[in-house]
């Protein structure tokens, strides 16, 4: 059976020098991390924020760790003081939260819009004209320790290919007409998209961060 680190590297062989790898550590063991952690991963993406802190007392300080599950309001404030990247906003009510927190903790947190693209009911996200209305609305401004660094969207649980395939391109397109509303507090730096099964093509539809999981550290 390959090894934790075989796995690392046949992912990061495979990916485009502009697109990074997520290690994706939920349900995981802390010594699982670690042998991660030996072979050079560094960014770890957790759906849990309550495992996500418990991680995080534990392991080494360089990780970067990010938030890549759905995010309830009352646990913003555990993850504040070390969160690198919160890849899961999905309504103003959170960034708002997301803005409190980093300003107790003297921390701008950088954040990524959930933008639904999936044909399921199951997720979560804004649609594009509610993240629009986001990133142009006026109180964004007043918001100064959170800022926008993209979007993430999850394609649709499905074997068919083109259809993830589309799901993908059409957030990258989002993506590119979203930076016509740049400013000092939105920027498309990154296109989150793309989890173990899917995370080729999504690198191909111009993902900048994959959240791989299973595909690293083997099924649950």
Not at 76 to 100: C, G, Q, R, T, W
Request: with cysteine; proline share 2%.
């Amino acid at each position: 059976m390959p090894s934790i680190a075989d796995n690392l590297a046949q992912i990061e062989q495979a990916l485009r020098k502009e697109t990074r790898l997520v290690a994706v550590t939920k349900t995981k063991p802390t010594t699982l991390l670690m042998e991660a952690y030996e072979a050079g991963a560094r960014l770890f993406g957790e759906n849990k924020v309550q495992e996500m802190v418990a991680k995080y007392e534990e392991l080494p300080k360089d990780i970067e760790w990010h938030m890549i599950g759905h995010l309830q309001t009352n646990k913003v404030k555990y993850m504040a003081p070390f969160v690198s990247l919160v890849h899961s906003v999905d309504s103003f009510k959170l960034l708002k939260e997301i803005n409190k927190e980093a300003r107790k903790n003297d921390r701008i947190i950088d954040c990524l819009l959930q933008i639904y693209i999936a044909r399921e009911e199951t997720k979560f996200g804004l649609s594009e004209d509610e993240a629009l209305a986001l990133i142009t609305s006026p109180e964004l401004a007043t918001l100064a320790n959170v800022r926008i660094a993209g979007l993430m969207g999850m394609a649709s649980n499905t074997d068919d290919q083109e259809a993830v395939r589309s799901e993908f391109r059409g957030l990258k397109s989002t993506f590119e007409a979203f930076k016509n509303h740049e400013n000092a507090q939105v920027t498309m730096r990154e296109l989150s998209m793309g989890m173990s099964g899917d995370y080729l093509i999504a690198m191909e539809e111009g993902s900048t961060l994959v959240r791989v999981g299973s595909a690293i550290f083997g099924s649950r």
